[in-house]
């Protein structure tokens, strides 16, 4: 199934603050995610956004409506369920 990615303006601020280094592979991966929802995709219980993808030190926050991945945070791990 291929899905369109789309980010949140708060996503798009998070990767200001992210290494270039990391970000190249957090996008390979997100990149990934339109043709395979597999890896570290894990479905989480209780908390908003409903998805997150575990890349390295990183997480990306996501949802899926209709074929549409909506980015909501692209994260560090110790900053990421404080929200």
């Known amino acids: 199934m291929q899905y369109t990615v789309k980010l ?3 996503a798009i601020k998070d990767c ?7 970000l190249k592979q957090i996008f390979e991966k997100i990149d990934a995610m339109q043709n395979d929802l597999t890896g570290n995709i894990k ?3 209780n908390f908003t956004p409903e998805y997150r993808l ?10 899926i409506e209709n074929n549409i991945i909506f980015i909501y945070r692209i994260i560090h791990r110790k900053d ?3 929200l």
Do not use: H, S
């Open 8 to 10: 949140k303006p708060q």
């Open 16 to 22: 200001k603050k992210i290494p270039k280094l990391f």
């Open 43 to 45: 479905k989480l219980t």
């Open 54 to 63: 575990k890349i390295g030190n990183y997480r990306v926050l996501f949802e």
């Open 80 to 82: 990421a369920y404080k």
